[in-house]
């Protein structure tokens, strides 16, 4: 049987289905995810790659619920453009780390958000124009 870290002892786990709810910038943001419970001791199994998961989607859900840029349309673009991120900051105008984190899809500002798509949406109008 698996070790319990939390109450120290040997225990089955039950997978049960739960929410967590993230706060980002004021926004709560419902994840469900399938937790292990400790059968002896009703604790959840602390899993790292699930925590990280989590934030992930929280992130991700969040950006949707934004509408900011997709992180697929800012990699398209650069790729397209041969751009690195050190030229692709310098285009759109903002810091490197941010280019890195937006095209990953994790959390930018909502300025970096929109200098993005001034850059990448505007190009796209001038090219079909
Ligand atoms: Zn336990």
Redesign the pocket.
């Known amino acids: 049987m698996p070790f319990?870290d939390?109450?120290g002892?040997n225990?089955s786990f039950a997978v049960v289905n739960r929410t967590r709810t993230i706060n980002i910038r004021g926004m709560d943001i419902h994840i469900p995810y399938r937790a292990e419970v400790?059968i002896?001791?009703g604790?959840e199994r602390y899993n790292d790659e699930l925590e990280m998961l989590i934030l992930d989607k929280a992130a991700s859900a969040y950006r949707d619920k934004q509408r900011m840029l997709p992180s697929e349309q800012i990699a398209r673009y650069m790729e397209k453009n041969h751009l690195t991120a050190e030229e692709m900051a310098a285009r759109v105008g903002c810091a490197v780390g941010d280019i890195l984190r937006a095209e990953k899809g994790r959390l930018v500002s909502i300025e970096t958000d929109q200098k993005l798509k001034d850059t990448i949406l505007g190009q796209k109008k001038a090219q079909t124009a």
């Open positions: 319990c939390a109450c002892r225990s400790c002896a001791c604790e």
